[in-house]
């Protein structure tokens, strides 16, 4: 693991496991950690969130993100939220940083620290450390932005498959961010990003990864796959009649924002704007967003399916959420029993 981002770690090392709840997109991690603060309080106790997801760290950006609602916000301490203009830029290895510090924080002030979320790489950088990538290049990138945009992303996929087939395989062809880093990474290097990963798999986080001493790891995984995707339909129905469209307009208005920025890339966001900048019309731009939700939440629990000994549950099933809260609880006790 890279020096900064193990800042902390030894504390967290000679603590009891931190407890982690990830899981797809719609799987209800937040319900399920609302529910493990307020049991903590019953214990005397109490419970500071610290949210994993990338889209949750923008401020402006509240619908279509799903993110905490204000009573939430306010009945539990969460971190990560509302933390940089949507301008800015929120980096895994920043966010392994401030997980660490946090959970170090957390526990000094005699609380217990949650962490919550679906973002994949960012679990990757807490977790194992990032591999040996190269920085960003802003040159070879802006160059591969104009490209993508004259040709399209599926046609740079194309290229992709010629020099790195595997990483193509994992991506999907619209998939414009991730499709860029890797033809990024190939430029720089010369070589593929999936040989680079090879060289080093545990920094990859991906294949066979295990769940380290110090976090007790709670995988919320759907098994009706049909059930989650009309959920996840509803939901952003919701959001349209809940003002999604008119967060955007106001975003639009924002000189400093752009189609390219990583908040606006955000699932959902990125289709509403290209909606409203007259790229698309509703019925395509629905279409659109709920089957890069149905592709973010697949690409979430390949993630999950690689990394062994995680407790999963299925949020459908009452009997078995009930258990994800039971064996929350149990780690709760492990917590506050290590801070008296």
Same mark, same amino acid.
């Given at each position: 693991?890279?020096?900064?981002?193990?800042?902390?770690?030894?504390?967290?090392?000679?603590?009891?496991?931190? =407890?982690?709840?990830?899981?797809?997109?719609?799987? /209800?991690?937040?319900?399920?950690?609302?529910?493990?603060a307020?049991?903590?309080?019953?214990?005397g106790?109490i419970?500071?969130?610290?949210?994993?997801?990338?889209?949750?760290?923008?401020?402006?950006?509240d619908?279509?993100s799903?993110?905490p609602?204000?009573?939430?916000?306010?009945?539990?301490?969460?971190?990560l939220?509302?933390i %940089?203009?949507?301008?800015?830029?929120?980096?895994?290895?920043?966010?392994?940083?401030?997980?660490?510090?946090? &959970?170090?924080?957390i526990?000094?002030?005699g609380?217990?620290?949650?962490?919550? /979320?679906?973002?994949?790489?960012?679990?990757?950088?807490?977790?194992?450390?990032?591999?040996?990538?190269p920085?960003?290049?802003?040159?070879?990138?802006?160059? %591969?932005?104009d490209e993508?945009?004259?040709?399209g992303w599926?046609?740079?996929?194309?290229? =992709?498959?010629?020099?790195?087939?595997?990483t193509?395989?994992?991506l999907?062809?619209?998939?414009?961010?991730?499709?860029?880093?890797?033809?990024?990474?190939?430029?720089?290097?010369?070589?593929?990003m999936?040989s680079?990963?090879?060289?080093?798999?545990?920094?990859?986080?991906?294949?066979?990864?295990?769940?380290?001493?110090w976090?007790?790891?709670?995988?919320?995984e759907?098994?009706?796959r049909a059930?989650l995707?009309?959920?996840?339909?509803?939901?952003?129905?919701e959001? =349209?009649?809940?003002?999604?469209?008119?967060?955007?307009?106001? %975003?639009?208005?924002?000189?400093?924002?752009?189609a390219?920025?990583?908040?606006?890339?955000?699932?959902?966001?990125?289709?509403v704007?290209?909606?409203?900048?007259?790229d698309?019309n509703?019925?395509?731009?629905r279409?659109?967003?709920?089957?890069?939700?149905?592709?973010?939440?697949?690409?979430q =629990?390949?993630?999950?399916?690689?990394?062994?000994?995680r407790?999963?549950?299925?949020?459908?099933?009452?009997?078995?959420?009930?258990?994800?809260?039971?064996? &929350?609880?149990? &780690?709760?006790?492990?917590?506050?029993?290590? %801070?008296?």
């Open positions: 693991m890279h020096s900064e981002s193990s800042q902390g770690l030894t504390d967290l090392l000679n603590s009891p496991p931190i =407890l982690c709840i990830v899981g797809p997109t719609g799987a /209800g991690k937040t319900q399920l950690a609302m529910l493990v307020e049991h903590a309080k019953s214990l106790t419970v500071e969130l610290i949210s994993m997801d990338s889209a949750l760290v923008y401020r402006g950006l619908i279509g799903a993110k609602s204000s009573a939430e916000q306010n009945a539990v301490k969460h971190h939220i509302d %940089l203009e949507p301008h800015e830029s929120f980096s895994a290895a920043r966010f392994a940083i401030d997980a660490n510090r946090l &959970c170090a924080e526990r000094a002030r609380h217990i620290p949650v962490v919550v /979320g679906g973002t994949m790489l960012y679990w990757r950088a807490w977790v194992h450390g990032l591999s040996s990538l920085p960003a290049n802003p040159q070879i990138r802006a160059r %591969l932005d993508g945009k004259k040709v599926p046609a740079m996929h194309t290229l =992709l498959a010629q020099v790195d087939p595997i193509a395989e994992r999907m062809p619209n998939d414009s961010q991730r499709v860029q880093r890797a033809l990024e990474v190939y430029e720089i290097t010369g070589k593929p999936s680079l990963f090879a060289a080093s798999p545990s920094a990859d986080g991906r294949e066979g990864s295990a769940i380290p001493e976090i007790n790891l709670v995988s919320l759907p098994n009706d059930r995707h009309l959920q996840l339909e509803n939901r952003f129905d959001m =349209l009649s809940g003002g999604l469209l008119e967060e955007v307009e106001k %975003l639009r208005t924002n000189t400093k924002l752009n390219d920025l990583p908040a606006i890339r955000a699932v959902g966001y990125r289709q704007w290209e909606y409203l900048a007259g698309t509703l019925e395509q731009m279409y659109k967003a709920l089957a890069a939700t149905r592709q973010l939440g697949k690409r =629990l390949t993630w999950l399916r690689a990394i062994a000994g407790n999963i549950f299925d949020p459908f099933d009452p009997s078995e959420l009930q258990a994800a809260l039971e064996h &929350c609880k149990l &780690c709760l006790q492990e917590q506050v029993a290590a %801070l008296k």
